[in-house]
């Protein structure tokens, strides 16, 4: 955390949700690109707002002049509440992104069990909203059903996945997005939490989000 971050309470569904907000690196007189909110790992193994893959997305969008608003989910650190099997969780992202970007440019981003909630974050917001971008990192498509992004939405989905993943294997977020045509980007060796990796996986964000 730096001096271009703020601490945020905000309102959840189950009680106060804590949250942090990095400030977009921009130009003198420049204003941000929009806001991106960004879901972290599974609360019951240890996944918080400070994972480094979390932590490595949001420098991403930050450099590429984002604001970047990343929270602990329900039961995890000062969040108040308890773990709700990824359907409150889904709720508490809804709730942070009405808070924090209620209109304007939006980007939804997503590490993991972070990257289910966002997809169904993203599928909640896009009737509505116009989502620039959505990055998902280590979809945990093995253990909860994802939602599906629509045709109109894929080219600004970035979808990206370690070869070598041994928590959610690369095969089953393949049969998630072979019915839809959806590319995954392939990082070769890349474990689930891109030990080694993380400066790649940070230059695979930026230039996704190239304007």
């Known amino acids: 955390m730096n001096a271009q971050t703020l601490k945020l309470e905000l309102a959840g569904p189950s009680g106060a949700l804590q949250g942090l907000r990095d400030a977009a690196t921009l130009s003198e007189g420049g204003a941000p690109r929009g806001v ?25 969008f930050v450099q590429s002049g984002w604001d970047a608003v990343r929270f602990n989910f329900r039961g995890v650190g000062a969040s108040a509440g308890a773990w709700d099997e990824g359907h409150g969780e889904i709720d508490d992202f809804l709730a942070v992104l009405e808070q924090q970007a209620p209109h304007g440019p939006l980007a939804i981003a997503g590490f993991s069990f ?14 509505s909203r116009v989502v620039e971008r959505v990055v998902l990192v280590g979809t945990a498509a093995s253990r909860f059903q994802v939602a599906e992004l629509p045709p109109e939405a894929h080219e600004r989905a970035l979808v990206l996945h370690g070869e070598q993943d041994d ?19 392939v990082v070769p060796g890349g474990g689930h939490f891109f030990h080694g990796q993380l400066p790649l996986l940070k230059a695979l964000v930026v230039r996704h989000l190239r304007p």
Do not use: E
């Open 36 to 60: 991106a909110i960004i879901a972290h790992p599974h609360p019951l193994f240890g996944g918080t707002m400070d994972n480094k893959v979390v932590q490595t997305l949001a420098r991403a």
């Open 114 to 127: 972070g990257a289910y909630v966002a997809s169904h974050a993203f599928k909640a917001a896009w009737p």
């Open 167 to 185: 928590t959610v294997p690369l095969a089953a977020v393949m049969d998630w997005a072979r019915p839809q045509a959806l590319p995954v980007t």
